[in-house]
């Protein structure tokens, strides 16, 4: 819902990132609760990440931002039409 509503998008980083919108700017509750569950999210997506890293013999510690980089092409590869989706250069863009 957060995507569809415009308050999330696909970070470069392999994180989402909170963007405000009229919802969440008329909604503190809303608003509050998005940030929530983005943050929550974006610590399971770390968790994730580091056991890659963890049972992984090709990377170490230092491959993080790798492994980051890996899964933001793959979830902007997965985004809906309309997601917003940060591209490599910074840009944010809505995909087609």
């Not at 994180?15 to 929550?40: G, N, Y």
Request: with cysteine.
């Amino acid at each position: 819902e957060f995507k569809k509503t415009g308050c999330a998008g696909e970070g470069s980083n392999g994180l989402l990132v909170f963007f405000e919108t009229p919802k969440t700017r008329e909604d503190p509750k809303f608003k509050t609760f998005a940030r929530s569950i983005i943050q929550q999210e974006n610590e399971d997506r770390m968790a994730i990440y580091r056991r890659i890293l963890a049972t992984n013999e090709h990377f170490g510690e230092n491959d993080l931002p790798k492994i980051q980089k890996l899964s933001a092409s793959l979830n902007r590869d997965n985004a809906r039409p309309g997601d917003k989706i940060q591209l490599d250069d910074g840009r944010w863009i809505q995909k087609r």
